[in-house]
């Protein structure tokens, strides 16, 4: 799945567009380098999200093309 769309699905970040600016502006990244919004993610990534003065770093633990807002945060764990 492309990362800007796993970052919406998860409820990270509200919009698909949204999360491909912070892609594009390089606040997403995988092992220390900046992910492109095409970028894929796998079960087990360790994504880091920078935003303002705050940084979110997570484990990828699901990945699905739908889900329910209770179930959005089954989709990481944060670290």
């Known amino acids: 799945m492309r990362i800007d769309k796993f970052l919406k699905n998860s409820r990270l970040i509200k919009r698909r567009t949204v999360a491909k ?3 594009e ?3 997403v990244f995988r092992d220390g380098r900046a992910m ?3 970028d894929e993610v796998k ?3 360790i994504i880091e999200l ?3 003065n705050s940084e979110v770093k997570i484990k990828v633990l699901d990945i699905t093309d739908s889900q329910k ?3 959005a945060q089954k989709m990481y764990e944060n670290l």
């Open 21 to 23: 600016e912070a892609c």
């Open 25 to 27: 502006k390089e606040r």
């Open 36 to 38: 492109k919004p095409s």
């Open 43 to 45: 079960v087990g990534d």
């Open 50 to 52: 920078k935003f303002g």
């Open 69 to 71: 807002k209770e179930d």
